[in-house]
């Protein structure tokens, strides 16, 4: 396994920490997280993050350096990420970057449009025209200024919705086009990458025993002490799955069980998505399906040893 960025995706649950953890020691590697909720503090048990042990085994980058109240975008983890993976190939060791935010992992690979900043005034009308009129009305203006950002944005996405109109009406030009001038921030040669999609029956399994594991070892709590805040609910980390389901149970708006069992039923639904977002938009990716830690390991182990070409072919850019 020679030097390079390990690139290691998938849902939620399906052991790609681990894998990372276990490749960062085999290979003296150093894990940067590509997870948007695990770069916030306050969410180490909502968002699965590994523990102190586990960090102190190997170098980790950017998991639980941000205040719940600092809402990160994709542009600044991609700064961070970037200036991560150049100090360790400053020290000439190889990078694992893992996690379950797909749009990381793009932004990564194919680059993140050089938009300027979009005036408050412009995303609130947006918002509100979402709020007021509904996803239709909404979708009907975007196409009008931006038709291939509409077609290619999944029912039900608002954040990406009401950002594509407001980029729009902004610049005067669509978000498509700023997209289409990108270039990636690391070099196709220089990168391999993964998913791990294990059989859905057997994720939704592991979802739903982390659950009850997270319940048992102060996820409550630590749900509960975050929307004791009272921050915008627009946050990132006020997103988090699980956090308004389990803060139900402290208010007595649910039992515990209730609670857990609205957990897990939103969680099987975020990883549903992942799943759908990583089989469209990285399909050449290679897949590891196994689900226990062992047996990821050997496939990743057999998936290391083919040709790079073999691996992965070229990054199809994806309007």
């Known amino acids: 396994m020679e030097a390079r960025i390990w690139l290691i995706a998938g849902p939620t649950a399906s052991g790609k920490s681990a894998l990372a953890l276990k490749l960062a020691r085999a290979i003296g590697g150093e894990i940067v997280n590509a997870d948007a909720l695990q770069l916030y503090r306050d969410l180490r048990i909502l968002s699965a993050r590994p523990t102190a042990e586990e960090e102190a085994s190997a170098p980790h980058h950017l998991f639980g350096i941000a205040d719940a109240a600092d809402g990160w975008s994709v542009g600044r983890w991609l700064t961070a990420a970037s200036a991560a993976l150049a100090e360790i190939a400053g020290r000439g060791r190889p990078a694992i970057v893992v996690g379950g935010t797909g749009l990381y992992f793009r ?48 029912p039900g996405d608002r954040q990406r919705l009401t950002r594509a109109l407001a980029v729009a009406r902004a610049t005067g030009r669509p978000l498509s086009a700023w997209q ?45 002490a975050l929307m004791q805040r009272g921050l915008d609910p627009r946050l990132p980390a006020m997103k988090a799955v699980g956090l308004r389901e389990l803060a139900a149970h402290a208010t007595g708006e649910a039992t515990l069980e209730e609670a857990i069992a609205a957990a897990q039923q939103a969680t099987r639904r975020y990883a549903k998505r992942q799943l759908t977002w990583f089989r469209n938009q990285t399909p050449d ?25 073999a691996a992965r072919p070229p990054v199809q850019r994806r309007p």
């Open 107 to 154: 932004a990564l690979t194919e680059g993140l449009a050089d938009i300027p900043a979009i005036p408050r005034a412009a995303r609130d009308a947006a918002e509100q025209q979402f709020d007021s009129e509904g996803e239709s009305a909404v979708r009907a203006a975007l196409a009008t200024l931006d038709p291939h950002a509409e077609t290619r944005i999944s």
């Open 285 to 309: 990716w290679p897949r590891i399906a196994a689900t226990e830690a062992e047996e990821q390991w050997v496939a990743f182990q057999a998936f290391a040893k083919r040709p790079t070409a």
């Open 180 to 224: 289409a001038e990108t270039r990636p921030a690391i070099p196709a040669d220089a990168w391999r990458a993964l998913v791990l999609e294990p059989p859905r029956e057997a994720l939704y399994a592991r979802i739903d025993a982390r659950l009850i594991a997270m319940a048992e070892t102060g996820a409550v709590d630590e749900a509960t």
